[in-house]
C-alpha cells in the first residue's frame, strides 16, 4: 500500500506554492514535513487532504480526485492547525469521526472506538464536557482523538504537537508509532528534534521544493 504524489503543483494569486513535487508513502512509517514558515508544507497536506486543488496527480489505490466524499473520509485524515471552539461534548466530537463508518447511529464498535481513544488520549474524564470550555492542550488532543476514532489507512497531521507540553507531545507521537504498522502517517512538525528521534523520513521543502530527503538510518550513522 502506497499514496503517490506525481508532478504536484499549487499557484495562488500566480505565485507557486508547490512546484513539481513527486513522492511516494509507503504503510508502516511516519514521515515528517519539515522547513521554514511559507515553504508549502501545509499547503501540500491540504492538497492531498482535497481542501486545495493542486495540478497533478494523488493517487491511493485510484486517483483521489475519483473518490465521493464519505470513501474519501474512510481512507484520508486530516488534522487541521485551526482549533475547533465547538459547543459538542469531547465525545459527541470525537464520535463525529467515526461519521463515515455507520449510516444514521453509531454501532456499538463506533463507540467502543470513540471510548479507546478518549482513554489512551487521557480524556475519558472530560468526554461530557463542552469542547469550547477545554485548555487549548485538550482541545487539540481532542481533536486528535477524532483523527484516530476516524481510523483511516492515511493520516495526515498540521501541526499535530501544537498548544501540547513537551509530555504529550511525545504521548501522542509514541501513540502514533503504536498505530503506523497499517498506516501512513505524514505530519508538519515544527520541532526538528522530535521528528528526527521519532519519525522514519523526513521530507523538507523550501519555496515550494523539495530540496532534501533523509531517514532513521542517515541519523543513526
Known amino acids: 500500500m502506497s499514496l503517490i504524489v506525481k508532478n ?8 507557486e506554492i508547490l512546484k513539481d513535487i513527486n513522492l511516494e508513502f509507503q504503510k508502516g512509517k511516519m514521515y515528517a514535513i519539515l522547513g521554514r514558515n511559507g515553504a ?19 493517487i491511493f489505490y485510484e486517483n483521489i ?5 464519505k470513501e474519501f473520509a474512510k481512507k484520508i485524515a486530516f488534522l487541521s492547525q485551526i482549533q475547533n471552539n465547538s459547543s459538542l461534548s469531547v465525545y459527541e466530537f470525537v464520535m463525529l469521526g467515526r461519521k463515515p463508518h455507520f449510516r444514521f447511529l453509531p454501532k456499538l464498535t463506533d463507540k467502543k472506538t470513540v471510548e479507546r481513544v478518549l482513554e489512551k488520549l487521557n480524556l475519558k474524564e472530560k468526554k461530557k464536557i463542552p469542547l469550547n470550555s477545554l485548555s487549548g492542550g485538550e482541545r487539540q488532543r481532542a481533536a486528535i482523538a477524532r483523527i484516530l476514532a476516524q481510523n ?3 493520516i495526515l497531521l498540521d501541526e499535530p504537537t501544537n498548544n501540547l507540553d513537551i509530555k504529550y507531545q511525545i504521548e501522542i507521537i509514541k ?7 497499517d498506516k ?4 508538519v512538525i515544527h520541532d526538528i528534534n522530535l521528528a528526527l528521534k521519532y519519525f522514519d523520513e523526513y521530507i523538507f521543502l523550501k519555496n515550494g521544493k523539495i530540496i532534501n530527503k533523509g531517514n532513521q538510518e542517515m541519523v543513526n550513522e
Open 8 to 15: 504536484l503543483n499549487f499557484k495562488y494569486k500566480e505565485k
Open 40 to 58: 508549502g508544507k501545509s499547503t501540500f497536506l491540504k492538497s492531498i487532504a482535497k481542501i486545495l486543488k493542486p495540478k497533478g496527480e494523488i
Open 65 to 69: 480526485d475519483n473518490l465521493s466524499v
Open 152 to 154: 483511516t489507512e492515511v
Open 175 to 181: 501513540f502514533l508509532r503504536e498505530i503506523k504498522e
Open 184 to 187: 501512513i502517517i505524514i505530519s
